[in-house]
């Protein structure tokens, strides 16, 4: 079975790596995907966000990496064959934030939404917090990135 694991990447972080690595284990080909999110400004290219997946996902030798950055969620799985949405989940903010788009994939075209509890050792990190991070203590949070990563240099 193929999954999507959707987001906007920016940056990838641990976390993410981890869910990613988590759900090639469950799905015999997972695409994480960069995908457009109009509540977010970019702060990095979406070219740097796929490489940085890539060199996530270098030893995953059933994921792929791809981008979606016009149009629905669904319309990309609908294109792709692919019926299961993963997301990761650092608590009920994250949980209330996640169910109405679930229902709504679920509704507009039977895509599921499967979610994996982010790693409590893992789970303050956010995209956004990683880049306050940097920008407040000029790079010394390296440790919230992927570690194959080039991001605070």
Not at 61 to 69: A, E
Not at 114 to 136: E, G, Q
């Amino acid at each position: 079975m193929r999954a999507l694991f959707p987001g906007s990447f920016d940056p990838v972080t641990q976390g993410h790596q981890d869910i990613l690595r988590r759900a090639a284990l469950l799905f015999d080909e997972v695409v994480v995907c960069v995908m457009f999110n109009a509540n977010k400004t970019g702060r990095f290219p979406v070219t740097e966000r796929l490489g940085r997946l890539r060199a996530a996902a270098t030893d995953l030798s059933n994921v792929t990496v791809d981008s979606h950055t016009g149009g629905l969620l669904v319309d990309y799985c609908g294109r792709a064959g692919i019926d299961v949405v993963i997301r990761g989940v650092r608590g009920v903010p994250d949980l209330d934030y996640e169910m109405p788009m679930a229902r709504m994939n679920h509704e507009l075209a039977g895509v599921e939404t499967i979610f994996i509890a982010a790693n409590p050792a893992l789970a303050h990190i956010s995209s956004t917090l990683v880049t306050t991070m940097k920008c407040d203590l000029s790079g010394s949070c390296q440790c919230v990135t992927c570690a194959n990563t080039a991001l605070w240099q």
